[in-house]
Protein backbone atom coordinates (compact mmCIF):
# COMPACT_ATOMS: atom_id res chain seq x y z
CA UNK A 1 0.00 0.00 0.00
CA UNK A 2 1.37 3.22 -1.17
CA UNK A 3 1.84 6.08 1.59
CA UNK A 4 3.27 9.75 1.30
CA UNK A 5 3.34 11.95 4.34
CA UNK A 6 4.37 15.06 3.76
CA UNK A 7 5.18 18.07 6.50
CA UNK A 8 7.33 20.84 7.11
CA UNK A 9 4.68 23.79 5.62
CA UNK A 10 3.89 26.82 6.90
CA UNK A 11 3.91 30.69 6.92
CA UNK A 12 6.97 32.59 6.80
CA UNK A 13 7.50 36.12 5.45
CA UNK A 14 9.10 36.72 1.89
CA UNK A 15 12.76 35.74 1.20
CA UNK A 16 12.72 33.13 4.39
CA UNK A 17 13.27 29.44 4.18
CA UNK A 18 11.58 26.38 4.49
CA UNK A 19 12.57 22.18 4.60
CA UNK A 20 9.65 20.07 3.44
CA UNK A 21 9.88 16.57 4.20
CA UNK A 22 7.96 13.21 2.87
CA UNK A 23 8.08 10.36 3.84
CA UNK A 24 7.36 7.60 1.11
CA UNK A 25 6.67 3.52 0.95
CA UNK A 26 9.83 1.59 0.51
CA UNK A 27 8.34 -0.35 -2.05
CA UNK A 28 7.95 2.75 -4.33
CA UNK A 29 10.77 4.98 -3.78
CA UNK A 30 13.91 2.72 -4.01
CA UNK A 31 13.30 2.72 -7.59
CA UNK A 32 11.48 5.92 -8.94
CA UNK A 33 11.98 9.53 -9.58
CA UNK A 34 10.45 11.40 -7.04
CA UNK A 35 8.99 14.72 -7.43
CA UNK A 36 7.43 18.20 -5.53
CA UNK A 37 4.39 19.28 -7.08
CA UNK A 38 2.67 22.41 -6.17
CA UNK A 39 -0.80 23.18 -6.42
CA UNK A 40 -2.20 27.27 -5.66
CA UNK A 41 -5.63 28.25 -5.14
CA UNK A 42 -7.58 28.32 -8.45
CA UNK A 43 -4.61 26.67 -10.69
CA UNK A 44 -3.77 23.15 -11.84
CA UNK A 45 -1.15 21.16 -10.22
CA UNK A 46 2.65 21.39 -11.22
CA UNK A 47 5.56 19.54 -10.86
CA UNK A 48 8.64 21.94 -9.43
CA UNK A 49 11.11 19.71 -8.45
CA UNK A 50 12.12 15.79 -9.21
CA UNK A 51 14.65 13.61 -8.46
CA UNK A 52 16.00 10.50 -9.76
CA UNK A 53 16.72 7.32 -8.08
CA UNK A 54 20.47 8.07 -8.83
CA UNK A 55 20.26 11.78 -7.55
CA UNK A 56 19.98 13.97 -10.66
CA UNK A 57 17.82 16.73 -10.40
CA UNK A 58 15.86 19.22 -12.28
CA UNK A 59 13.84 22.49 -11.65
CA UNK A 60 10.84 24.09 -12.69
CA UNK A 61 12.34 27.62 -14.03
CA UNK A 62 10.25 29.05 -11.27
CA UNK A 63 12.18 28.29 -8.68
CA UNK A 64 15.34 27.06 -10.29
CA UNK A 65 18.18 28.61 -7.83
CA UNK A 66 15.91 28.83 -4.93
CA UNK A 67 14.62 25.23 -4.36
CA UNK A 68 17.27 22.15 -3.95
CA UNK A 69 15.64 18.47 -3.77
CA UNK A 70 17.56 15.80 -2.06
CA UNK A 71 16.84 12.24 -0.93
CA UNK A 72 17.75 9.87 1.54
CA UNK A 73 17.15 6.56 0.61
CA UNK A 74 18.25 4.78 3.46
CA UNK A 75 15.31 6.55 5.29
CA UNK A 76 13.00 6.62 2.33
CA UNK A 77 12.57 10.72 2.77
CA UNK A 78 12.67 13.26 0.34
CA UNK A 79 13.17 16.80 0.74
CA UNK A 80 12.83 20.14 -0.50
CA UNK A 81 15.12 23.21 0.48
CA UNK A 82 13.04 26.45 -0.23
CA UNK A 83 15.10 29.83 -0.07
CA UNK A 84 14.62 33.21 -0.87
CA UNK A 85 10.57 32.49 -1.04
CA UNK A 86 8.11 34.32 -2.61
CA UNK A 87 4.57 34.93 -2.17
CA UNK A 88 3.87 33.19 -5.67
CA UNK A 89 5.27 30.69 -3.93
CA UNK A 90 2.22 29.92 -1.66
CA UNK A 91 0.43 26.58 -2.75
CA UNK A 92 -0.13 23.16 -1.00
CA UNK A 93 2.90 21.15 -2.01
CA UNK A 94 2.60 17.31 -2.43
CA UNK A 95 5.49 14.71 -2.94
CA UNK A 96 4.80 11.53 -5.77
CA UNK A 97 6.76 9.36 -7.83
CA UNK A 98 7.45 10.89 -11.59
CA UNK A 99 5.07 10.14 -13.33
CA UNK A 100 2.40 9.46 -10.87
CA UNK A 101 -0.28 7.97 -13.31
CA UNK A 102 0.17 4.65 -13.31
CA UNK A 103 2.94 3.97 -10.40
CA UNK A 104 1.46 5.39 -6.83
CA UNK A 105 -2.23 6.59 -8.62
CA UNK A 106 -2.82 8.44 -5.42
CA UNK A 107 -1.72 11.73 -3.43
CA UNK A 108 -1.13 12.40 0.01
CA UNK A 109 -2.64 15.01 2.29
CA UNK A 110 0.13 17.85 1.40
CA UNK A 111 1.48 20.77 3.18
CA UNK A 112 0.76 24.25 3.36
CA UNK A 113 3.24 26.54 2.39
CA UNK A 114 2.18 30.69 2.54
CA UNK A 115 4.37 33.78 2.07
CA UNK A 116 3.26 36.66 3.11
CA UNK A 117 4.55 40.26 1.42
Known amino acids: QVQLVESGGGLVQAGGSLRLSCAAS????????MGWYRQAPGKQRELVAV???????NYADSVKGRFTISRDNAKNTVYLQMNSLKPEDTAVYYCNTVPWVGVTDYWGQGTQVTVSS
Open 51 to 57: ITSGGSS
Open 26 to 33: GSIFSIHS
